[in-house]
Nanobody, 127 residues
Framework: QVRLVESGGDSVQAGGSLRLSCTAD????????VGWFRQAPGKERGPVAA??????????TYVVDWLKGRFTISRDTQNTVSLQMNSLKPEDTAKYYC??????????????????WGQGTQVTVSS
């Protein structure tokens, strides 16, 4: 069983930045994809970004098209993955979840492909 803990959520003004972190209680990220998803009130949980660390140590990153240029994902340590969010907009307001799992690259944006989930961290962006 993998335990994932998100942190870094906060309330910010539009245009601001936040860095979310996802920490696993063991080296769960070595052979797993790690994804970030978000869910706004009344909406379905949707993809944000994902990362996979190859055996060489080089990461492969994925960011949904509509967030490219503002959001980036990185693996900071052996068991920490971060989501850097810049130029935040009110529509980015949501609860952000970290997930991990053994899946195909074609599934990186599919929430139901991930096995392990954190409890989420709230991001609120005011105009």
């Amino acid at each position: 069983q993998v335990r994932l803990v998100e942190s870094g959520g906060d309330s910010v003004q539009a245009g601001g930045s936040l860095r979310l972190s996802c920490t696993a209680d063991w080296d769960a990220f070595r052979h797993n994809y790690v994804g970030w998803f978000r869910q706004a009130p009344g909406k379905e949980r949707g993809p944000v970004a994902a990362i996979f660390t190859q055996s060489s140590g080089d990461p492969i990153t994925y960011v949904v098209d509509w967030l490219k240029g503002r959001f980036t994902i990185s693996r900071d340590t052996q068991n920490t993955v971060s989501l850097q969010m810049n130029s935040l907009k009110p529509e980015d307001t949501a609860k952000y979840y970290c997930a991990a799992g053994d899946l195909w690259s074609s599934q990186v944006f599919q929430a139901n492909a991930y096995t392990y989930w954190g409890q989420g961290t709230q991001v609120t962006v005011s105009s």
